[in-house]
T-cell receptor
Framework: GQSLEQPSEVTAVEGAIVQINCTYQTSGFYGLSWYQQHDGGAPTFLSYNALDGLEETGRFSSFLSRSDSYGYLLLQELQMKDSASYFCAAANQAGTALIFGKGTTLSVSS | KAGVTQTPRYLIKTRGQQVTLSCSPISGHRSVSWYQQTPGQGLQFLFEYFSETQRNKGNFPGRFSGRQFSNSRSEMNVSTLELGDSALYLC???????????FGDGTRLSIL
């Protein structure tokens, strides 16, 4: 079946760096997207990797390796407000997220 | 600039009824996608529309349908509601291919 696997929980302290991994097994894979969702809120787009390599956007970076069916989201200089759920998603050729991982709950403490 | 607007925000229905949810995308966005989010199944893709055409469809029964109008606004309909349809239904819009998707706050549907 088609699936994306990511850790269910990650904890870290303010100022630290955390990496959330995502391994996937899907057909028709075109790229990997990452979303953030705070409790009770809507998902917010973070990044999209259509090509192998690293994409950097401020404190957040995302990486994709198609040969390893693997990607990760890297969050640097963690802040309390980064406490949220993070989802990886396999996207189609239009960049539309079609299959989501179960989400990783990140808890940042002081 | 207004974000993605979903109406209603909350809805309570009973089994067997049908429901229509509405989504107004960000101005200029032509792609609209719908998702269902539940604690057990997580986020699941329902369908994607672009220029009034359904471009992709997820693995949901035929009770779930949608459409997009010429102004890019979209509706989804669920008929013969079941208890398991209780969920947060999210709509996302994007300007076009490989552009970020912007989500609305969702419609929380509860089935009694």
């Amino acid at each position: 079946g088609q699936s994306l696997e990511q850790p269910s929980e990650v904890t870290a302290v303010e100022g630290a760096i955390v990496q959330i991994n995502c391994t996937y097994q899907t057909s028709g894979f075109y790229g990997l997207s990452w979303y953030q969702q705070h409790d009770g809120g809507a998902p917010t787009f973070l990044s999209y990797n259509a090509l192998d390599g690293l994409e950097e956007t401020g404190r957040f970076s995302s990486f994709l390796s198609r040969s390893d069916s693997y990607g990760y989201l890297l969050l640097q200089e963690l802040q309390m407000k980064d406490s949220a759920s993070y989802f990886c998603a396999a996207a189609n050729q239009a960049g539309t997220a079609l299959i989501f991982g179960k989400g990783t709950t990140l808890s940042v403490s002081s | 600039k207004a974000g993605v607007t979903q109406t209603p925000r909350y809805l309570i229905k009973t089994r067997g009824q049908q429901v229509t949810l509405s989504c107004s995308p960000i101005s200029g966005h032509r792609s609209v996608s719908w998702y269902q989010q539940t604690p057990g199944q997580g986020l699941q893709f329902l369908f994607e529309y672009f220029s009034e055409t359904q471009r992709n469809k997820g693995n949901f029964p035929g009770r779930f349908s949608g459409r997009q109008f010429s102004n890019s606004r979209s509706e989804m309909n669920v008929s013969t509601l079941e208890l398991g349809d209780s969920a947060l239904y999210l709509c996302a819009s994007s300007r076009g291919p490989n552009q970020p998707q912007h989500f609305g706050d969702g419609t929380r549907l509860s089935i009694l």
